[in-house]
């Protein structure tokens, strides 16, 4: 198979080695969704309560029921969002051995501390352990954040490199809906439930590093660190082809203009670095603004807000853990064919239509004490699944693919730190505000929601340009530099790798 990039024309076949890279490699996504949907499950286990924070279970008890107040601890929500700050300071560790190690160890090093993170919060006997455990875990995930998609991009041929890189954020959807289950058979198992459902972490994580043994280091990072014939052996092992000399050069022309570089910060600050640093930042913003952490770590504590029965609620939040994963192909299928934009552009339309429509009929229908009929509470879950849906195949994925393939090879691990660690820093605070949030401004978060999302698609239309099937590493020129926004941060005297 041949893919024509601009003038390039690079030769590929999908072998076995190559599809196992990808899978193995994804299982980063995986270890991270697991850790998404385990979280809220845990912290609702009475037995996890009583043990860790037995002021919560005493409050929980004594309660006088409010729709939109339940739960609404800050130690326990700092219990959810503790990981996302480890995670934030460890990806810019993660780039830094990224750069200096290459790919295949650093995710060797994300499943290491997983493990140690899942034994510690497993086995946990007292409050610090527990926090302890949370801070491996995070330093895990900023790891396994920081590579995974990295080394996808890098590995993938471009005609598939979006499908390729979208399996990091199917397996995050596969590891929510495995944590829904587990959570749902732990939750019988007394009283040490919820060491089970923290325990079964390190199952993916294993599954990494026994992956980060079999994977080939990226062509990109052996050359940026002067191993210029096991770059050209690994690419040709990775195509499966022998003729990989087209885009070798490309990879080698990247390496020498990145070897200018010597303090890619500096690079990235500079007007020329600013272009994908924004974009970057300003996606995982809005990733995360769109609200869909609020479904994912309180969808149980959100339906039974809407009446469902604590079973019903789980139950509900298992159905949208499933459309999450299935509405994520629509993505893999499309996302090369499509491009970039027109995915996101949709997925804000129906994210918007579906979070206005909640928010209505809860503002109209739900009040402080009492429930939804039953039709109207189902026409919220299938609105909630729809609103999930549109997620899945836009701003889900599009979120960690797009900055992976951004940046030049001399800022591309130090901006990707940057998307990383924004992402992990606003997953903090929807985590840590929003059972606050919906205290205060009840069904009306909705609205609030949906104001984002109407400035992130105008953000799309004029800001973020299309980058479907443009190498990465001639992504300054055919990209950047023809954006009528972004070009004028280019000098045309200037070549597309400014000098540090
Ligand atoms: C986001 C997570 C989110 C998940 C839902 C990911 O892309 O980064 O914060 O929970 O998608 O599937």
Redesign the pocket.
């Known amino acids: 198979m041949t893919a024509t990039a601009g003038n390039e024309v690079f030769e590929s076949k999908i072998t076995a080695y190559v599809l196992a890279c990808w899978i193995l490699a994804a299982f980063g996504g995986l270890m991270f969704?697991y850790d998404?949907g385990i979280s809220g499950g845990v912290s609702g286990m009475d037995d996890f309560l009583i043990k860790f924070f037995p002021a919560v279970y005493a409050k929980k008890k004594k309660a006088v029921e409010n729709n939109y107040c339940k739960f609404d601890n800050q130690m326990l929500q700092l219990f959810t969002s503790s990981l996302y700050m480890a995670a934030l300071v460890a990806s810019f560790g993660a780039s830094k051995a990224c750069n200096l190690l290459g790919r295949r160890p650093t995710i060797l090093m994300a499943s290491v501390l997983f493990v140690i993170g899942a034994a510690l919060s497993a086995f946990a006997e007292h409050k610090w352990i527990l926090i302890l455990g949370r801070i491996f875990f995070g330093i895990g995930v900023g790891f396994g954040n920081e590579t995974v998609p990295l080394f996808l991009t890098e590995v993938a041929p471009v005609q598939h490199r979006g499908a390729v890189n979208i399996l990091f954020?199917l397996m995050?959807?596969v590891g929510?809906f495995i944590a829904n289950i587990v959570n749902y058979v732990t939750s019988e198992m007394h009283p040490h439930g919820w060491r089970v459902s923290l325990g079964v972490a390190a199952i993916p994580a294993v599954m990494l590093g026994l992956g980060s043994l079999v994977i080939s280091e990226t062509p990109a990072s052996l050359v940026e660190r002067g191993k210029v014939d096991q770059g050209r052996a690994a690419l040709k092992k990775i195509r499966g082809v022998d003729n990989v000399e087209p885009e070798f050069e490309t990879i080698v022309a990247g390496c020498e203009a990145a070897a200018q570089v010597k303090k890619p910060l500096k690079k990235l600050m500079k007007k020329s670095g600013q272009p994908q640093l924004i974009i970057a930042v300003v996606l995982q913003v809005f990733?995360?603004f769109t609200g869909?952490?609020a479904i994912?770590f309180y969808a149980p504590v959100l339906f039974q807000t809407m009446g469902f029965k604590a079973n019903g609620s789980l139950l509900s939040s298992i159905i949208t853990g499933l459309v999450?994963v299935l509405a994520t192909f629509v993505s893999i299928y499309t996302v090369d064919k499509l491009g970039r934009r027109k995915l996101l552009l949709q997925g804000c339309i129906q994210m918007c239509i579906s979070q206005v429509a909640i928010g209505v009929i809860l503002v109209t229908n739900l009040k402080a004490t009492g429930s939804l009929d039953k039709t109207l509470s189902t026409v919220v879950v299938i609105l909630v699944c729809l609103y999930v849906m549109a997620?899945?195949w836009s701003?889900?994925?599009l979120?960690?693919l797009i900055p992976s393939e951004i940046f030049p090879l001399e800022t591309r691990t130090a901006g990707f730190a940057f998307a990383v660690s924004t992402?992990m820093l606003c997953?903090f605070i929807i985590a840590q505000a929003f059972l606050s949030m919906m205290c205060g401004m009840q069904a009306y978060i909705f609205f609030f929601f949906s104001a984002w999302i109407v400035a992130m698609g105008l953000f799309v239309l004029f800001f973020l340009p299309e980058t479907k099937g443009v190498p990465i590493d001639l992504m300054v020129e055919k990209v950047w530099k023809q954006h009528p926004v972004w070009r004028k941060f280019f000098r045309s005297d200037v070549r597309s790798y400014e000098m540090a």
């Open positions: 969704g998404i954020q995050i959807t929510i990733q995360q869909i952490n994912m999450n997620f899945a701003w889900g994925p979120c960690w992402n997953t």
